[in-house]
């Protein structure tokens, strides 16, 4: 079992910047592609962003495209995801998970996904 915690969430206003992160345990962190999603009240659970096994293949949401960055330090068994240009409609609580196959896929499917954090909660107003 993959234990991830998310944190770095916040109160923020329009136009600014959050840097989330989600600290993994087990010492096979590195063997799986690893996913950012996100959900806002009332809505589904959405894609935002993946991201491989060494980090060099990466996959974003077309709504996030160009704001978000992920990266991930598999030596602290850390993926991140900096937020910029926030905008309200970014309000949501995100959650990492880590994916069911160690292949990459950059899948945008949450099913396609095992384990998951708890979430970190993201406020942006304007």
């Known amino acids: 079992q993959v234990q991830l915690v998310e944190s770095g969430g916040g109160l923020v206003q329009a136009g600014g910047s959050l840097r989330l992160s989600c600290a993994a345990s087990?010492?096979?962190?590195?063997?799986?592609?690893m996913g950012w999603f996100r959900q806002a009240p009332g809505k589904e659970r959405e894609f935002v962003a993946a991201i491989s096994q060494s980090g060099t293949l990466t996959n974003y949401a077309d709504s996030v495209k160009g704001r978000f960055t992920i990266s991930r330090d598999n030596a602290k068994n850390t993926v991140f995801l900096q937020m910029n240009s926030l905008k309200p409609e970014d309000t949501a609580v995100y959650y990492c998970a880590s994916e069911n196959s160690r292949y990459y896929s950059g899948s945008e499917d949450p099913q396609e996904y095992k384990y998951w954090g708890q979430g970190t909660r993201v406020n942006v107003s304007l």
């Open positions: 087990g010492r096979a962190f590195s063997t799986f592609p």
